[in-house]
Nanobody, 126 residues
Framework: QVQLVESGGASVQAGGSLRLSCAVY????????MGWFRQAPGKEREGVAT????????YYADSVKGRFTISHDVAKNTVNLQMNTLKPEDTGVYYC???????????????????WGQGIQVTVTS
């Protein structure tokens, strides 16, 4: 059974940085999708940054390009999200997710992900 445990959420001022980390337990597949999604109050969940380990390709939402970086630490089996130059609109609950993917998977779609973390709050104040 795959279990995802997120950490690193906090309240920061605009312009600041945070690093989210997600520990992945129980995964037995070598190539998977992994990524971060977020849900702001009153809005639908959206993909923020995702990747497929088989190709090392990544996806970033337009709103975070150039500010956020997703990475996979193979040794620690974590997926991390470095968030710089944070804006108030980055506020929300951030979810880590993984799923079995292949070369043809749409890594931007949450339908590809069948394991989710409990969510962690990120608040950016102006």
């Amino acid at each position: 059974q795959v279990q995802l445990v997120e950490s690193g959420g906090a309240s920061v001022q605009a312009g600041g940085s945070l690093r989210l980390s997600c520990a992945v337990y129980g995964n037995t597949y070598s190539n998977i999708c992994m990524g971060w999604f977020r849900q702001a109050p009153g809005k639908e969940r959206e993909g923020v940054a995702t990747m497929y380990t088989g190709l090392q390709n990544t996806y970033y939402a337009d709103s975070v390009k150039g500010r956020f970086t997703i990475s996979h630490d193979v040794a620690k089996n974590t997926v991390n999200l470095q968030m710089n130059t944070l804006k108030p609109e980055d506020t929300g609950v951030y979810y880590c997710a993984t799923g079995r993917c292949n070369l043809y998977s749409d890594i931007t779609s949450d339908e590809e992900y069948n394991h989710w973390g409990q969510g962690i709050q990120v608040t950016v104040t102006s």
